[in-house]
């Protein structure tokens, strides 16, 4: 893997943890809004870490990522978000440091609208525009502002409940990138009592570099804990399914109500 290809993956980590913003650790969102009035603070942790060999050359790529979110519930069933994450990137060629960079990323604002409910189904459309506030030639951002658009459909039987999410990012950059982006993903949650619940999530996208027809793929186990009746602790681990996913990451997280 060649430093260019590397500083994309770079890229595709800050699009999908953040552009999804679901209930900590999961990358799959709901359909779930706070109703008028409410607020939602998360803190979520992200270790990433990934490999790659080729040509003899070994890349080794860690990325530590502290993100803060605030939504409000403008109506029952429309939220609107702002999310700010905090970087730090190092990136070893043949246990050389090539990249050792640090600082804020890319701010996200969102809106979700849930736009139907009967039964146990419902739907929403959540639009995301990301803003270029990271640095991009330390791999902290894309460099361009970025639109997203997700579709969720949340299905809940209890003690479960499913979510799809299919979504597609414009991802303007400067560094030949791929710029037209789809995602697909699902996931499941499980209550096992009234406090603990048991997660899994799953998804695709296209891969952004475009010498590559191999779409990341990755997997996702949580818990998540309710602490108090408005905090949440939660803890997820997610593996690359596949060359250019992420091999390995660690998400611990905080949600608090209010």
Known sequence: MCIPKT?????????????????????????????TGKFLFEAAGEYDRDRENAGGTSVKET?????????????????????????????????????DANGISDTLFEVKWRSFEKKGLSLAVKPVVTIPTGNDKQGLGSGRIDYKIFFIASEEYE????????????????????????????????????????????????NVDKSSE?????????AIYTVLENLDVSFGVKVGLNKPATDFALLPGLTYRF
């Open 63 to 99: 990325d530590y990522t502290l993100s803060s979110q605030l939504t409000y519930g403008l109506t029952d069933h429309v939220d609107v978000m702002i999310a700010l994450p905090y970087q730090w990137v190092i990136v070893k060629t043949d246990d050389v440091a090539t990249t």
């Open 159 to 206: 003690p479960w409940a499913v979510h799809l999410n299919l979504g597609y990012i414009r991802n303007e950059n400067d560094i030949d990138e791929r710029k037209d982006i789809w995602h697909a993903s699902v996931a499941a949650m499980f209550n096992v009592t009234k406090r603990l619940a048991l997660c899994a999530d799953s998804g695709i996208d296209t």
């Open 214 to 222: 191999v779409a990341p793929a990755y997997l996702l186990g949580g």
């Open 7 to 35: 500083l994309a993956i770079i890229v595709l980590v800050l699009l999908l943890p953040t552009a999804a913003w679901p209930a900590l650790p999961l990358i799959t969102d709901d359909t779930v809004t706070l109703g």
